[in-house]
């Protein structure tokens, strides 16, 4: 049974009680207004309704009037308008600004309760559909934030599986050990100070981590020569770049850095290798590697020389900027302080040492 209220505003008190009477003998709960400014009263007072019978010709407020200000106020309220003018210029225009539908004086009792129900129908319909879109809504946000944690722990879980597969390289080349997590910590920190946007860092540090993984398909006997390597070596070595781009473009997740991997061995002016890449032609990413990685070389001891300072080290740099390296990126590097780059190598090898020895009271 219908059980929603109306409020019957007109400013003649029979027509109120006769429209009310109709409405209250087919159980629609009702109120009256004698004036358009008395019916916003009422609303501005807290009281609810859902649907709103307006007499369009009062005094001090019209029903063009009331209806402006209750379509801005109340727009969940469908309102209809009640006339004697029978000019269809004069319902349509109430029509423009709003109204649901109109009525023309007089009308019977199967036209208002026929006319009421169409309002009412059409709110309900209207309701329903905010409902369903706010509903949607509220589960397409759960559903993303939902899809973007499983992203966040699937890319975890794969700089973890990542960060094991750089140990084991390390593992195999003592000669580079900690070199993967050093130079990637030295990556991040110039690409920082360039400014890029932190899903790009993400990226970037990837690749550099991974620069290297393509050596786990030279045989050992190459990778862990002690003397110098002959021509034919030196071509198998070189391959590491195209075996290691091999190997991390299978993952999606990888797919850039890849191109890192694959890149890191270029130099700007286009003298390296695999490919020959000059200038822009190679990515962002392996270019700042290229200077990270140089650092690092310089910075750490080898069987065939000592390490060298950071000062020598941004020395050799410099030098080779616009040959070897991307002058931007040098003069990101130059700008820096030295000690950014002794406290990094400090904090890596400090975990590295934790690491073996947790490892070795464990084993």
């Known amino acids: 049974m219908p059980t929603e209220r109306i409020l019957v505003v007109d400013d003649e008190d029979a027509i109120r009680e006769i429209v009310c009477s109709m409405l209250a003998a087919a159980n629609y709960k009702t109120q009256q207004a004698s004036s358009g400014l008395k019916a916003l009263a009422l609303l501005d007072a807290g009281e609810e309704f859902e649907l709103m019978l307006s007499d369009l010709m009062m005094a001090e407020l019209d029903g063009i009037g009331l209806l402006e200000k209750t379509k801005e106020g109340y727009p969940d309220m469908p309102v209809v308008m009640v006339t004697a003018v029978h000019d269809i210029s004069v319902a349509l225009a109430a029509i423009r600004n709003g109204a649901y539908d109109y009525l023309l004086k007089p009308f019977e009792r199967e036209q208002l309760l026929a006319t009421v129900r169409r309002a009412l129908e059409n709110r309900r319909l209207k309701m329903e559909n905010r409902k369903y879109q706010t509903d949607l809504e509220k589960m397409v946000a759960a559903r993303t934030e939902q899809l973007q944690k499983t992203m966040t722990n699937l890319e975890r879980s794969y700089d973890i599986t990542l960060e094991a597969l750089g140990d084991a390289l390390d593992l195999r080349d003592a000669e580079t050990e900690g070199h993967s997590k050093r130079v990637t910590a030295f990556t991040i920190a110039i690409a920082r100070q360039m400014g890029l946007p932190r899903d790009q860092i993400a990226v970037i540090a990837r690749g550099a981590f991974l620069h290297d993984i393509g050596k786990m398909a030279i045989p050992d006997a190459i990778l862990l020569k002690p003397g110098k390597l002959d021509p034919d070596e030196v071509t198998q070595m070189r391959e590491h770049c195209y075996r290691g781009y091999q190997i991390v473009k299978k993952i999606p997740f990888l797919a850039e850095a890849a191109e890192i ?96 020895a947790t490892a070795k009271s464990t084993s």
């Open 261 to 356: 991997v694959y890149s890191h061995q270029e130099f700007f002016d286009g003298s390296g290798y695999p490919r020959g890449l000059r200038g822009e032609e190679i990515p962002l990413g392996a270019r700042i590697f290229a200077v990270a990685d140089t650092l690092d070389a310089i910075i750490s001891n080898r069987p065939y020389r000592a390490a060298r300072s950071i000062a020598e080290a941004r020395r050799e740099i410099e030098v080779w900027s616009g040959r070897q390296f991307d002058p931007d990126v040098v003069q990101t590097f130059l700008s820096m302080s030295e000690n950014i780059w002794a406290d990094l190598r400090k904090d890596i090898d400090a975990q590295s040492r934790f690491a073996y």
